[in-house]
């Protein structure tokens, strides 16, 4: 699947005020829209999770400027993945693309049998943790800052969301070793947390 989906430009400024959108920040479960996300609204919640903030600079071991989430030592080691009904796509921030991975959808398997809906859901992103790119770090780095920068990404996500008026929630629920296979991962990566994004029904 050698598809590249240029995203409209993010739009980064406006929206509701912080304190606003922390109050009304919420987990959504099973209410969902199966509309379709415009190309702007997805490029948003993309940029909101781990999109380009600043170009040049950063400090620690990265030095490939800065995203809109925290990572250790700036390695920037979590991927995101959108997962929708025409298939699979990774996320490139520094070119605010989608690149093909494979023209399946996987939200059944991101499903599984506990929680159905998720396979209407028009939208879940994948979060991706890369050990490759912790250059310098050792197996407990791995450990802990792939949940917690996971974190940091997903929690940007439901606050956009909040601002928005879309629906998400951040999910651990569903089995890693199929989705590993059905995403073309290699050794190093792991699928760390889903977080589907939508309308509200």
Same mark, same amino acid.
């Given at each position: 699947?050698?598809?590249?989906?240029?995203?409209?430009?993010?739009?980064?400024?406006?929206?509701?005020?912080?304190?606003?959108?922390?109050?009304?920040?919420?987990?959504?479960?099973?209410?969902?829209?199966?509309?379709?996300?415009?190309?702007?609204?997805?490029?948003?919640?993309?940029?909101?999770?781990?999109?380009?903030?600043?170009?040049?600079?950063?400090?620690?071991?990265?030095?490939?400027?800065?995203?809109?989430? $925290?990572?250790?030592?700036?390695?920037?080691?979590?991927? #995101? &993945? !959108? *997962?929708?009904?025409?298939?699979? +796509?990774?996320?490139? =921030?520094?070119?605010?693309?989608?690149?093909?991975?494979?023209?399946?959808?996987?939200?059944?398997?991101?499903?599984?049998?506990?929680? $159905?809906?998720?396979?209407?859901?028009?939208?879940?992103? #994948? &979060? !991706? *943790?890369?050990?490759?790119?912790? +250059?310098?770090?050792? =197996?407990?780095?791995?450990?802990?800052?792939?949940?917690?920068?996971?974190?940091?990404?997903?929690?940007?996500?439901?606050?956009?969301?909040?601002?928005?008026?879309?629906?998400?929630?951040?999910?651990?629920?569903?089995?890693?070793?199929?989705?590993?296979?059905?995403?073309?991962?290699?050794?190093?990566?792991?699928?760390?947390?889903?977080?589907?994004?939508?309308?509200?029904?």
């Amino acid at each position: 699947m050698e598809q590249t989906i240029q995203l409209p430009q993010p739009q980064t400024s406006g929206g509701m005020p912080l304190m606003d959108t922390i109050r009304q920040r919420h987990s959504t479960r099973e209410s969902y829209s199966t509309n379709d996300l415009p190309p702007q609204e997805l490029s948003n919640i993309l940029w909101a999770a781990v999109g380009m903030t600043r170009e040049q600079g950063g400090t620690g071991m990265g030095t490939k400027g800065c995203h809109a989430y $925290p990572t250790a030592h700036n390695w920037q080691q979590i991927d #995101v &993945y !959108v *997962a929708r009904a025409d298939g699979l +796509y990774l996320y490139d =921030a520094a070119a605010n693309t989608l690149q093909g991975i494979v023209a399946r959808d996987i939200r059944p398997i991101l499903a599984g049998e506990h929680q $159905p809906w998720i396979a209407d859901v028009p939208v879940s992103l #994948v &979060y !991706v *943790a890369d050990m490759a790119k912790m +250059y310098g770090g050792g =197996a407990g780095d791995f450990d802990v800052f792939r949940w917690t920068d996971t974190a940091a990404a997903a929690e940007n996500v439901y606050l956009y969301c909040a601002s928005a008026g879309l629906a998400t929630v951040l999910r651990a629920l569903f089995d890693r070793a199929p989705l590993f296979e059905a995403m073309r991962l290699e050794a190093g990566q792991v699928v760390t947390l889903s977080q589907p994004v939508g309308y509200p029904a």
